[in-house]
């Protein structure tokens, strides 16, 4: 790779970088301006060309973030290879040791797997030159260096280069506002490229329209591309401080493009943006000031369903919100069918354009997309959908996924969405009746009966029989795609809804992963409401949002029923006892006393309510904030009936101990037994999966495993839920 000349004539090897999917645009592009030599790579694009080709290319480039040039392009295996390259390059002909700089590094091989550790060994080269040289070493300067290094690993080799200019070139100056999920500039004008605008614009009188417009960014980049505005005459930043940069040649271009700005001045269209949230539209005014384009575009506040244009449409675009919380999906759905609407209202005879990281959402537009066009927001996959609005494009006949009552209705199911549906329609048929007949309000309804579904859906229906599904996801395995799996949880989410004519706000959805220490009792939603349910004579208080777990556990309901059976005048010790439903069961069924004892302070609080809540008093049910082993060593007292209901695992900070409950649970019995009166018994439980009772314990006491009598029907499907034996004396 040749050196860099001082002449502005001399050809130098670029690279200019862009976003994921935007290469062949930012060819077109750089084809545009005279580059030679261009070659696409993941996210960006060689070429070749003089001084005046890169400053062209930064100065109009609408797609390009950055423009480097190449210094050396050579083998870095490891640290000692890539110091050699750095140091193959002469940069004291490139900056003066009065510059800051600063290195970016990307890329890893099997040696070199830091990007930290690239920068390092770059920089120490650059450093060792000009100490070499007997000058003092430049300053290292994160932010805003004079120059800046790049250091590209592809493999075996490294790339070298400095930046043309001083900065992002997405940055255009006038986007300093900005809503909740801002667009960068440099994928608004790809969009608008995508959906044939700079042909629009060109048009008699064109109109552009963005009904969902947030802070204006695709329509203030649509006038600025329409009236021929370099994006370069908008940026305050300029050029680094490297020393071959040619200012005849800046000027030039400068000149060039401020005389196509002016040329463009003229511009006869007309943009328009709407929005119903205040706010956004309050930051869009602001930043069309500053873009210079304000008298070009006119902003008002309307919904998508309200929304209409008093003059003929060229292009509605717009950027729709992708319902990116689980819940939000009906809400979003519905607003996708309203833009359907508003399209056919307003834009009939035009061309329309919607980007979206939900594609299969586009049905519900009510049109068929003739193109589209598989892009990035961020990271995010995202699709632009094209059409042409007429009679042709729209459905004949279409039935809405979102009704008037804002109800999720069978259109918003895919293939895998209605299998789903119609496991659940099947299970509310058989479980429904055995839980009605049964008087159980609360139960599982699906536990991944389906095994590309899988999912725990369970039924809580509250004192105002209101009813509530809480979904949790097992954690699906590493080989499942992310976006395989996100789509599937909305799809089951949206099948919740669907069958059980649910809002959004009764369903909860969690991914189920083991927990550690008090990761288990952090809350997931502050302000989640709990809600009261009912089973037997109890009344108990469950949280669908707070945790990840609601604190009943419905595989339980035999063993509590079979406390509230058997602890008439009996005293009740309830260890590790989570929320306290067993206690007040064993309360209700007229125990004596209970004893609950928990290390957790979230879970006792939870417990003292549940307790009140069925009017019982805390001298006669007692609640004890410790360690279950420590109190079971400390403990003198003794007890008719022992509830021992441990985690498989656990390492709180609150305590020394570190409970693993295969290694402990010989220990943990036996001191249980001695708290025993003699015909007292001990209920074990524990949900670990390949938990194995050691033969000593059976050989000292008389066990009973209890398991398929501690499992209810809706529980049928997951036996291995929990273990559970009685043991006697």
């Not at 729709?320 to 005879?349: C, F, S, T």
């Not at 049109?367 to 959908?385: D, I, T, V």
């Not at 929320?579 to 004893?595: D, I, N």
């Amino acid at each position: 790779m040749r050196s860099p000349e001082t002449a502005s004539a001399a050809s130098y090897a670029w690279f200019a970088t862009c976003a994921k999917s935007l290469e062949p645009l930012l060819q077109d592009e750089l084809q545009s301006l005279g580059a030679q030599d261009i070659r696409q790579t993941v996210a960006g694009v060689y070429f070749s060309g003089d001084l005046m080709t890169a400053y062209r290319a930064t100065m109009y480039s609408r797609i390009a973030n950055r423009v480097i040039v190449l210094l050396a392009n050579m083998p870095a295996s490891d640290a000692d290879q890539l110091y050699q390259a750095a140091d193959s390059i002469d940069w004291l002909q490139h900056m003066q040791a009065n510059h800051s700089f600063a290195i970016s590094a990307s890329g890893t091989n099997h040696e070199l797997r830091h990007t930290q550790f690239i920068a390092q060994r770059v920089k120490d080269a650059v450093v060792d030159q000009f100490r070499a040289s007997g000058q003092q070493r430049p300053d290292v300067a994160k932010q805003s260096p004079d120059i800046r290094i790049h250091a590209v690993l592809k493999k075996d080799r490294v790339l070298l280069g400095i930046e043309l200019a001083s900065g992002s070139l997405h940055r255009r100056g006038y986007r300093v506002e900005q809503g909740e999920a801002p667009m960068k500039e440099t994928l608004a004008a790809a969009l608008l490229i995508r959906a044939g605008w700079p042909a629009l614009a060109k048009t008699p009188q064109p109109v552009i329209y963005d009904p969902m417009c947030g802070a204006g960014t695709l329509i203030i980049e649509a006038v600025l591309m329409a009236m021929d505005v370099a994006p370069g005459l908008l940026r305050a930043d300029g050029y680094s401080r490297w020393l071959h940069h040619d200012k005849n040649a800046i000027d030039a271009v400068r000149h060039e493009a401020e005389q196509r700005r002016d040329a463009g001045r003229t511009w006869a269209g007309q943009a328009l943006g709407s929005d119903q949230d205040l706010r956004a539209l309050g930051m869009a005014r602001r930043n069309a000031e500053r873009a210079e384009v304000w008298d070009h575009i006119e902003f008002s506040s309307h919904t998508v369903s309200e929304a209409v244009v008093e003059m003929p449409v060229t292009l509605l675009i717009t950027n729709p919100p992708y319902a990116e919380r689980l819940g939000e999906d009906a809400e979003v759905m519905a607003l996708y069918q309203d833009l359907g609407g508003l399209i056919k209202r307003n834009a009939m005879g035009a061309q329309a354009a919607v980007f979206t990281a939900r594609p299969e959402w586009g049905k519900l537009l009510g049109m068929h997309s003739h193109r589209q066009y598989a892009l990035f927001n961020g990271q995010l996959p995202a699709k632009l959908l094209l059409f042409k609005v007429n009679d042709d494009a729209i459905y004949q006949r279409s039935a809405p996924a979102v009704d008037s009552a804002n109800q999720v209705t069978e259109a918003a199911l895919d293939d895998g969405g209605q299998m789903l549906a119609n496991r659940l329609r099947k299970n509310l048929k058989n479980l429904g009746r055995w839980a009605r007949q049964q008087q159980i309000e609360n139960y599982r309804l699906y536990d991944a009966d389906i095994p590309e579904f899988a999912f725990a859906i369970d039924i809580y229906v509250d004192e105002q029989q209101q009813v509530h599904a809480h979904v949790q996801e097992y954690k699906p395995p590493a080989t499942v795609n992310e976006a395989d799996a996100a789509l599937r949880r909305r799809q089951a989410l949206l099948a919740v809804q669907h069958v059980l004519s649910l809002p959004a706000s009764r369903v909860s959805i969690k991914v189920r992963e083991r927990q550690k220490g008090k990761q288990q009792y952090q809350p997931l939603q502050q302000d989640a409401e709990d809600i009261v349910v009912r089973e037997g004579e109890a009344r108990l208080l469950v949280n669908l949002h707070r945790y990840l777990d609601t604190g009943l556990f419905l595989d339980h309901r035999p063993i509590r029923r079979y406390v509230h059976e058997h602890a008439k005048d009996k005293e009740v010790l309830n260890l590790f006892c989570y929320t306290g439903s067993v206690s007040v069961q064993a309360a209700l069924g007229g125990a004596k006393r209970t004893v609950s004892v928990d290390l957790s302070k979230t879970y006792l609080n939870w417990a003292r309510r549940n307790l009140a809540l069925n009017e019982l008093n805390l001298w006669q049910n007692e609640l004890v904030e410790m360690d279950c082993m420590v109190y079971l060593q400390k403990c003198r007292q003794s007890f008719d009936m022992i509830f021992l209901d441990p985690p498989t695992f656990s390492n709180s900070k609150s305590t020394s101990n570190v409970l693993d409950i295969q290694r402990d649970h010989v220990t943990l019995i036996e001191q249980c037994m001695q708290r025993l009166r003699p015909c007292g018994v001990l209920i074990f439980s524990n949900n670990m999966r390949r938990f194995k009772l050691d033969p000593s314990v059976t050989e000292k006491y008389k066990v009973e495993d209890y398991t398929a009598r501690s499992l209810d029907k809706d529980f049928a499907r997951n036996a291995r839920i929990h273990q559970t034996w009685l043991l006697r004396a």
